[in-house]
Nanobody, 124 residues
Framework: QVQLVESGGGSVQAGGSLRLSCASF????????MAWFRQPPGKERVGVAA????????YYGDSVKGRFTISHDNAKNTLYLQMNSLKPEDTAMYYC?????????????????WGQGTQVTVSS
């Protein structure tokens, strides 16, 4: 049974930083895609960033390029999202996803496993 557990969300003022973590348990493969998605209230879930644990290649959504950094610690089975220069429009529930089955990294329907989410609130 695969389990993803996010942490690190909170409230911050615009321009501040937060670091999200996603610990994975029970995953038997060594190389797979993991990603961060976010979902503002009343809106659809969208891809923020993704990483392939095998070679470390990363992908980013246009709205976070240059501000967010995704990374994965293979020894700890933990995915991170370092978020800098936060803006009010970054406010959302952030979800960790794992195991891309097919298609593009930013497709929410393409992942097998999801965490419970962690709230990020950025005030102006």
């Amino acid at each position: 049974q695969v389990q993803l557990v996010e942490s690190g969300g909170g409230s911050v003022q615009a321009g501040g930083s937060l670091r999200l973590s996603c610990a994975s348990f029970g995953y038997t493969y060594s190389n797979y895609y993991m990603a961060w998605f976010r979902q503002p209230p009343g809106k659809e879930r969208v891809g923020v960033a993704a990483a392939y644990t095998g070679d470390g290649i990363t992908y980013y959504g246009d709205s976070v390029k240059g501000r967010f950094t995704i990374s994965h610690d293979n020894a700890k089975n933990t995915l991170y999202l370092q978020m800098n220069s936060l803006k009010p429009e970054d406010t959302a529930m952030y979800y960790c996803a794992a195991d891309l089955r097919y298609g593009n990294w930013y497709g929410a329907a393409n992942y097998n496993y999801w965490g419970q989410g962690t709230q990020v609130t950025v005030s102006s």
